[in-house]
C-alpha cells in the first residue's frame, strides 16, 4: 500500500514539473516578438539622435550639405530630427540666393525657425544679418546714382542755357551776372530739370530784358515761353511777350 502511495506522489510531481517547464516555455515564446519590437524602437531613436547631434556639429562647421545628408540618411526622424531638416532646407535655399545677388528672395526663403538647434539659430542669425545689410547697400547706392545723374542734368542745362545767352547776345552777356538770371528764373520758377533756357537780350542799368525757352524731351525743339522785364533791385517782373 505505502508503495502505490509513493509511486502516486512521484507521478504527480513529475506532471506538476512538466506543466511548469511547458508554461515558461510558452510565455517566453510569448513574449520574445514584443521585446524584439520594443528594441527595433529603441534602435531607431538610437538613429535619430545620433543624426540630429552629427548634423549640428556639421552646421557649426559650416558643412550644411553634410549635415542635410546626415539627416536625409534616417529613414524614421524624429520630430526633432524632422523639424532641424526643415530648418535646413531653407536655410540652404535662402543662402544660395543671396550668394546669387537676389536678397529680396533670400529673406522671403528663410522662414520662421521650427527647431531648438541653437547651431542653426546661430547660422539664421548670421545671414539674416547679411542679407539686411546686402539690401541697405543696394538702396544706398541706388539712391547715390539717382543723385548723380540728377546732378549731371542740371548741370548741362545750366550750362546749355549760360551758352546760348552767349551766343544770343555777347555783349548783354558779359553785362549780365549769373546771380541776376539765377535771381529772375528761381523768382519765376524756371529752375529744375525741365529745360529752360534764360537769354539776356538787353540791359539798362538794374533792367534786364530776357528771352525765355524751354526744350523738349529730346533737346532738338525749344518753344518760345515769353520774353520778360526784370528789375534786379526791386524784383518787378514784367512779361512783354
Known amino acids: 500500500m505505502n508503495k502505490v502511495v509513493k509511486k502516486t506522489i512521484v507521478g504527480t510531481a513529475a506532471l506538476t514539473v512538466s506543466l511548469l517547464l511547458a508554461a515558461c516555455g510558452q510565455q517566453s ?8 519590437s520594443s528594441s527595433k524602437v529603441r534602435s531607431s531613436e538610437n538613429e535619430s539622435t545620433q543624426a540630429y547631434r552629427s548634423a549640428n556639429r556639421l552646421i557649426r562647421n559650416h558643412d550644411y550639405q553634410g549635415a542635410a545628408d546626415k539627416l536625409s ?38 522662414k520662421n525657425l521650427k527647431s531648438t538647434s541653437p547651431a542653426m539659430r546661430d547660422a539664421y542669425a548670421d545671414l539674416q544679418n547679411k542679407i539686411t545689410s ?42 549780365t551776372s549769373d546771380q541776376v538770371v539765377t535771381q529772375f528764373a528761381n523768382k519765376m520758377g524756371f529752375v529744375g530739370n525741365k529745360g529752360y533756357e534764360i537769354i539776356p537780350t538787353a540791359k539798362n542799368g538794374s533792367v534786364y530784358r530776357f528771352e525765355v525757352r524751354q526744350n523738349n524731351q529730346d533737346n532738338t525743339v525749344a518753344s518760345m515761353i515769353g520774353i520778360y522785364q526784370y528789375n534786379s533791385q526791386t524784383g518787378a517782373v514784367t512779361k512783354l511777350q
Open 73 to 110: 540618411a534616417v529613414s524614421n526622424r524624429s520630430g526633432q530630427a524632422d523639424k532641424l531638416n526643415t530648418d535646413l532646407q531653407n536655410y540652404m535655399s535662402a543662402k544660395s540666393a543671396y550668394d546669387n545677388g537676389n536678397y529680396d528672395q533670400a529673406a522671403g526663403n528663410l
Open 134 to 175: 546686402a539690401k541697405k547697400n543696394v538702396a544706398s547706392s541706388s539712391s547715390a546714382t539717382s543723385t548723380s545723374r540728377s546732378s549731371a542734368t542740371s548741370t548741362v542745362a545750366k550750362n546749355s542755357s549760360s551758352q546760348s545767352s552767349t551766343a544770343a547776345n555777347a555783349k548783354v552777356d558779359s553785362q
Open 29 to 36: 515564446t510569448a513574449s520574445s516578438p514584443s521585446s524584439s
